[in-house]
């Protein structure tokens, strides 16, 4: 079965320091990947996508993700987090016409 | 550019009542559309999604369902709501594809007392 495993629930940081949010995926011959962000009471915005191009994908707002095959994982970082990066992130694989959500990572930023 | 509405924003239902909300997209055509609940702690999970007029798939078996009477209109509806139907209501478009995001409405929040 297809499945996203987002490996902690909550993280916390302070502001101006990385952010490392971590995310493995049951293994498929060339996935798709995505991270979004969730703020509170909102809808779901895409930060970035991984299409077999770069292994190193860019997205908005400073984050980045690297695709690693050998290890499933797809981490999403931020050299210096911001208080405004305080939400809910999803690592969310494409299956079919479907998408497949991980359980979500919340990033409390501490002033 | 394309956009995607939903409405209502907040809905307060008692059990028992009908419901209907409703997602729209413009500036696109033939989308897929997909209908999403998240409820607290529970993360997101797909409730059916469309590829075109009058098809639609269900995911989950529950008291739910969707229509879709036209190309870039997508409803859900229920007849006799359940205190579980309680949570946030997602509704997404994306292009036809492989290997291409959703974008997500700004979400409705119903809570059935």
């Known amino acids: 079965a297809q499945s996203v495993t987002q490996l902690d629930s909550h993280v916390s940081v302070s502001e101006g320091t990385p952010v490392l949010l971590r995310c493995n995926y049951s293994?498929?011959?060339?996935?798709?990947l995505f991270w979004y962000v969730q703020h509170p009471n909102k809808g779901l915005q895409l930060l970035l996508k991984y299409t077999s191009a770069a292994t190193l994908v860019k997205g908005i707002n400073g984050f980045e993700a690297e695709f690693k095959k050998s290890e499933t994982s797809f981490h999403l970082t931020k050299p210096s987090a911001h208080m405004s990066d305080a939400a809910e992130y999803f690592c969310?694989?494409?299956?079919?016409?479907?998408?497949?959500f991980g359980a979500g990572t919340i990033l409390r930023v501490k002033s | 550019s394309q956009t995607i509405h939903q409405w209502p924003a907040t809905l307060v239902q008692p059990v028992g009542s009908p419901l209907s909300l409703e997602c729209t997209v413009e500036?696109?055509?033939?989308?897929?559309l997909y209908w999403y609940r998240q409820a607290a702690g529970r993360g997101l999970q797909l409730l059916f999604y469309s590829v075109g007029i009058g098809q639609i798939s269900s995911e989950v078996p529950q008291n739910l369902s969707a229509s879709r009477p036209q190309d870039r209109q997508f409803i859900l509806s229920s007849k006799k709501l359940l205190l579980s139907d309680s949570g946030f209501y997602l509704c997404?478009?994306?292009?036809?594809?492989?290997?291409?995001?959703?974008?997500f409405g700004p979400g409705t929040r119903l809570t059935v007392t």
């Open positions: 293994s498929s011959y060339s996935p798709s």
């Open positions: 997404a478009w994306r292009i036809s594809g492989t290997g291409l995001e959703q974008y």
């Open positions: 500036g696109t055509s033939n989308p897929n």
């Open positions: 969310v694989k494409e299956y079919g016409n479907k998408l497949v």
